[in-house]
Nanobody, 120 residues
Framework: QVQVVESGGGLVQPGGSLRLSCAASGSIFSINAMGWYRQAPGEQRELVARIISGGTTYYADSVKGRFTVSRDNAKNMVYLQMNSLKPEETAVYLC??????????????WGKGTLVTVSS
């Protein structure tokens, strides 16, 4: 069984910074990719940033230059450093991981999310 757990959300003022962490644990053979999505109330879930096993990163255009995704392969963790946060980025941030529990069958796993509120 695999678990994906986020931490680090909270209240931050506009222009402030926050760092999210996500840990994957359980019967993990390999992790192909890890990333962050967000979902605001009444909105669709959107991809924020992603990092694949080789280290290649992807960012949504709206966060480029402000957010940084990084990964600790030894700890099965992914981080999201968010700077210059805007009120419209208030959302539940969810961690996603593509994990194989055996060599031939990777699957998507989701955390429950952590709330980020950007407000003065």
């Amino acid at each position: 069984q695999v678990q994906v757990v986020e931490s680090g959300g909270g209240l931050v003022q506009p222009g402030g910074s926050l760092r999210l962490s996500c840990a994957a644990s359980g019967s993990i053979f390999s992790i192909n990719a890890m990333g962050w999505y967000r979902q605001a109330p009444g909105e669709q879930r959107e991809l924020v940033a992603r990092i694949i096993s080789g280290g290649t990163t992807y960012y949504a255009d709206s966060v480029k230059g402000r957010f940084t995704v990084s990964r600790d392969n030894a700890k099965n963790m992914v981080y999201l450093q968010m700077n210059s946060l805007k009120p419209e980025e208030t959302a539940v941030y969810l961690c996603n991981a593509v994990i194989a529990t055996n060599p031939n069958y990777p699957m998507n796993y989701w955390g429950k999310g952590t709330l980020v509120t950007v407000s003065s």
